[in-house]
């Protein structure tokens, strides 16, 4: 079950970058992928990327995570699956740069990409329609890969706590009250 997640990069897009690069999460940097860009170099290139474009705006990069829950796949099957959804998302378009971290107790991935698409010189536009295209295709590869996606994961939940749901608490609201609360170290449901 892939969770999704991205935020603006402001400031310090080196030190973001140093920090998902770190080889004592990434296997020795064998879990990292770069998409026209150099990982030592990818800061300055982004940056130069703006420049071309004459990008003004305060937003430097995107950073998207994907988590899994624990064991439910290996750190190969997790980095191929963010490339995938990158070559989805990112197309051909943007610079990037994809870490699969395993140094928690579930494995999840990290990408920043360049804000500015080389190919058209317009800034990404992160939105909830953005956001939940880069879900619906997290979900489909996650489905391709014989995951569990979010909304199956939910409604096992719904039927092993029917009880909660039957006092009152719908769906919806169970699944606001669940969102950024289920902790990867707690499981709350077999499947």
Known sequence: MAITKIHPIKSTLNLAIEYITNEDKTDEKILVTSHK??????????????????????????????????????PEQAHQIELDLCKRILKDEYEFILTTHIDKGHIHNHIIFNNVNMVTGKCYQSNKKSYHKIRYQSDKICKENNLIVIDEYYEAFRKKYKPLVNLGMKMNSLKKELRGKVSFNLILIEL
Do not use: Y
Request: aromatic content about 8%; glycine content about 2%; hydrophobic content about 30%.
């Open 37 to 74: 860009c150099f990982p030592t170099t990818a800061h300055t290139q982004f940056l130069k990327t703006r420049e071309d474009n004459n990008v003004k705006g305060t937003v430097l990069a995107r950073h998207l995570i994907q988590s899994f829950l624990p064991n439910e796949t290996t």
